[in-house]
């Protein structure tokens, strides 16, 4: 597929720019004209990918977070949310509901909410060089 438009920014990995990420990501989604609803899946799925960067990824101590948005001819968004963390020992078990390394104030859902809201959602990591979530959703119109 020819990608039609992109764009890529890192921002420090701090729970204060999970908003920022949401909204950079819907606003730069805006010209696809989407739905309230597809908007509202695609920024809760950004969230959740941001926030497992800063938790688990860093684990709070910082690092830089990057995420690339593409749009293609046939408006399917390929959503990119890298870090350059600790990484994921074990992705089919991260993958999994209830799962966390968080402590119990963590769900263990995020995986499972990704899922839920984006047609496609995949996981790249290496353990001490971080760790890539891809997200996918097609925005088309049932008219």
């Known amino acids: ?60 101590e910082g690092g830089l977070i990057y995420i690339s948005v ?3 001819e046939n408006s399917l968004v390929t959503i990119k949310v890298r870090d350059k963390g600790c990484g994921i020992k074990d992705i089919e078990k991260a993958m999994e509901p209830l799962f966390t390394t968080g402590g119990e104030e963590r769900a263990g859902l995020g995986f499972a909410v990704m899922q839920s809201f984006m047609d496609s959602v995949k996981v790249r990591s290496t353990e001490g060089k971080g760790t890539t979530v891809t997200l996918k959703k097609k925005l088309s119109y049932d008219l």
Do not use: C, W
């Not at 890529?8 to 701090?14: L, Y």
């Not at 920022?20 to 609803?37: E, N, Y």
């Open 1 to 60: 597929m020819k990608i039609k438009n992109q764009v890529k920014f890192s921002f420090p990995a701090k729970s204060s720019n999970e908003s920022f990420a949401r909204s950079a990501v819907a606003a730069f989604l805006m010209q696809l004209d989407p739905t309230i609803s597809q908007l509202s899946d695609i920024k809760t799925s950004v969230s959740e990918a941001v926030t497992n960067s800063i938790v688990h990824g860093y684990k709070q």
């Open 70 to 72: 593409a749009i293609d």
